[in-house]
């Protein structure tokens, strides 16, 4: 629409006498100094439509009427120059699409001949498919065929099916006869060994509770054997004479829990009572039942304290370790 408003016969001859001009106050003998020529030049507003001839058609057009209302601006032959090297990039950019309408009847021509080498191909695809039917039915007869012959196999390995059946019934008939007798002498030991458990359970029930009231009791016996025991107990165990190198009689008398023992500086023995004796004659087993009593009450939560005293050799280690 730009190009055919410029073309108009009433404004040609104003255009040509306007180019005119512009080609004279283009010259470069004719600009003024370069500062004024950049300043005019550098026009912000006609920089975006450099892509786009219309828009700087319009832009140049404006400026035109500006012109006649306003006058000329500041620097009229940069603004003028300006304007002629807008107009020759809107002359190259028209000159071009022109040079795109004149190649259009060829790309028509090739769109005709692509057209026609479509319609030569739709015809070659439908004998293609033609055939391809032509080859379907064929394969589907073929199809046919086998699966005619594929049921009569079916058919025949149906009717072996149905003897091995009939066969596998009749022997599925007498095992279960067979296995009815056995499941009765199952039934009869199983029921046997049910009652064997419910007689365990029973005998386990009672020994549960036989059990707990032994606990009972033993806790209760410990309770008075804490209770009877003294705060201290003294054992005294007498070392065997044979145990001595030395021939010479015995300086200990002993009775019952009272021991004697002569002076040799006085005829005067001493004696001393204690909670019990343990001769030279006794072993180990007679020492732990001594203190016996005491393990018992620490095992059921009480408190002891088990200790021997005596001189060196007298046998304190041999007591508590035994013949370690």
């Known amino acids: 629409l730009v190009c055919e408003v410029v073309l108009r016969p009433r404004l040609a001859a104003p255009r040509l006498e306007l180019k005119q001009q512009l080609e004279s106050m283009a010259h470069p003998n004719n600009y003024g100094d370069d500062a004024e020529f950049a300043e005019c030049s550098d026009d912000s507003s006609m920089a975006?439509?450099?892509?786009d001839p219309c828009a700087m058609l319009t832009a140049i057009t404006e400026e035109l009427r500006k012109w006649a209302t306003e006058g000329p601006p500041r620097n009229p032959r940069?603004?003028?120059?300006?304007?002629?090297?807008?107009?020759?990039?809107?002359?190259?950019?028209?000159?071009?699409?022109?040079?795109?309408?004149?190649?259009?009847?060829?790309q028509v021509e090739e769109l005709q001949r692509q057209v026609r080498q479509s319609k030569d191909d739709a015809e070659i695809a439908g004998v293609s498919a033609k055939i391809r039917e032509a080859k379907q039915q064929a394969v589907a007869a073929a199809t046919l065929t086998e699966e005619a012959n594929a049921r009569a196999a079916v058919e025949a390995a149906c009717a072996d099916l149905r003897q091995a059946q009939a066969e596998q019934s009749a022997m599925f008939l007498e095992d279960?006869?067979?296995?009815?007798?056995?499941?009765?002498?199952?039934?009869?030991?199983?029921?046997?060994?049910?009652a064997r458990a419910r007689d365990l359970q029973a005998?386990?029930?009672?020994?549960r509770q036989e059990n707990q009231r032994l606990q009972q009791q033993h806790v209760t016996l410990c309770a008075q054997l804490r209770e009877g025991l003294?705060?201290?107990?003294?054992?005294?165990?007498?070392?065997?004479?044979?145990?001595y190198s030395s021939e010479s009689g015995s300086a200990?008398?002993?009775?019952l829990n009272e021991i004697q023992v002569e002076d040799a500086g006085s005829n005067r023995p001493r004696k001393f009572r204690v909670g019990r004796v343990v001769d030279g004659t006794s072993g180990q087993e007679e020492a732990f039942a001594a203190i016996a009593p005491f393990v018992e009450c620490v095992s059921t939560g009480g408190s002891a304290c088990i200790f021997a005293y005596g001189?060196?050799?007298?046998?304190?280690?041999?007591?508590?370790q035994g013949g370690l």
């Open 48 to 51: 975006g439509h450099v892509d």
């Open 78 to 106: 940069a603004s003028a120059a300006q304007l002629v090297s807008q107009l020759e990039i809107v002359g190259h950019s028209i000159c071009a699409k022109l040079a795109a309408i004149t190649h259009f009847p060829l």
């Open 176 to 194: 279960m006869a067979a296995s009815a007798g056995r499941e009765a002498v199952a039934r009869a030991t199983v029921n046997g060994i049910q």
């Open 203 to 207: 005998e386990a029930d009672d020994l």
């Open 230 to 243: 003294p705060p201290v107990s003294v054992m005294c165990r007498v070392r065997p004479l044979d145990s």
């Open 252 to 255: 200990l008398h002993i009775d």
């Open 311 to 320: 001189a060196t050799g007298s046998g304190k280690t041999y007591t508590m």
